[in-house]
């Protein structure tokens, strides 16, 4: 399982696993009009790929704070930086053929060193309903920020849960 920076030529290769990831997990839950800019939001600073057997196995991107994400308020209350010293993770998803190798471990360690070299301090939301990222995030140490619901465009309300990498 190898780590590297995403380049454009690797978006439909993300798209695909990110079909698959839907399919079997339903994530993202609500499947983006156009996922390879959905991949690519607004204020991304970075994404990385994993690979594995000369496949594209996950991604996440690294990005500013954008209108409605709620860990950098909760990270800045907490520990007293302001929110523009964050850096939010997210479009974080391992392919279920690569699932057990390690890939979103080695993605989320590739996006915190970039956060830290930025002088940024990594942070993300998860819904309530994805288990599998809580337990990771978990595992590797992410300290829990707080819980709050979020309105999404489509008028969806939802359960996140809100951590920061723990610190380097």
């Not at 690519?40 to 500013?64: F, K, N, Q, S, Y």
């Not at 699932?99 to 471990?105: F, S, T």
């Amino acid at each position: 399982m190898g780590v590297r920076r995403r380049r454009a030529a690797d978006l439909a290769d993300c798209v695909r696993a990110l079909a698959d990831v839907h399919a079997a997990d339903g994530y993202p839950a609500e499947w983006p009009e156009r996922p390879a800019a959905w991949l690519t939001p607004d204020g991304l600073l970075a994404a990385w790929i994993a690979e594995a057997d000369g496949r594209t196995a996950g991604h996440v991107g690294l990005a500013r704070s954008a209108p409605g994400d709620m860990a950098p308020g909760l990270w800045s209350r907490r520990a007293g930086g302001r929110p523009e010293l964050t850096a939010v993770i997210g479009r974080l998803f391992v392919a279920p053929a690569a699932r057990g190798r390690a890939a979103g471990a080695l993605l989320l360690a590739s996006a915190v060193a970039h956060a830290r070299v930025l002088g940024l301090h990594p942070v993300l939301d998860v819904l309530s309903t994805d288990t599998a990222a809580l337990a990771l995030y978990r595992r590797l140490g992410w300290t829990p920020l707080g819980s709050g619901e979020q309105r999404w465009a489509s008028g969806r309300t939802v359960v996140v849960h809100c951590f920061a990498a723990p610190r380097g």
